[in-house]
């Protein structure tokens, strides 16, 4: 196997197409027990009702750090701040939940 190098821009970008498409190009249809072993192993993660219920519906203060954020902001950053930020993300969190809607993103989308 010989490597050869690519120099121009669109040789690159077309190498980078390849790559990603095929490493994230589906290998086939998993069922989702198959899809579980894959991720998970053995053992399926699977809540069960009750737990499934404990997850829905309004949250309070108290629930804070019980998940991974998806914001860029690190943990710490509501740690520290938490005092200060707390009523204002609930209350923001809730009505997300109220509306069925997790973003003004989302909003804007619907919308138009």
Not at 74 to 94: C, G, M
Request: one cysteine or more; charged letters at 30%.
């Amino acid at each position: 196997m010989t490597k050869e190098f690519i120099f121009s821009d669109k040789e690159i970008l077309a190498e980078c197409e390849f790559f990603f498409s095929k490493l994230y190009s589906s290998q086939g249809d998993l069922t989702e027990s198959e899809f579980s072993k894959v991720f998970f192993g053995q053992k399926e993660n699977v809540l069960s009702d009750d737990q499934q219920n404990v997850c829905e519906g309004v949250l309070n203060k108290n629930e804070a750090g019980k998940s991974p954020e998806t914001d860029a902001l690190p943990a710490e950053f509501y740690k520290f701040f938490w005092n200060d930020i707390s009523d204002t993300l609930v209350k923001a969190l809730n009505y997300g939940y109220e509306i069925r809607q997790l973003s003004a993103g989302d909003a804007k989308k619907r919308d138009n």
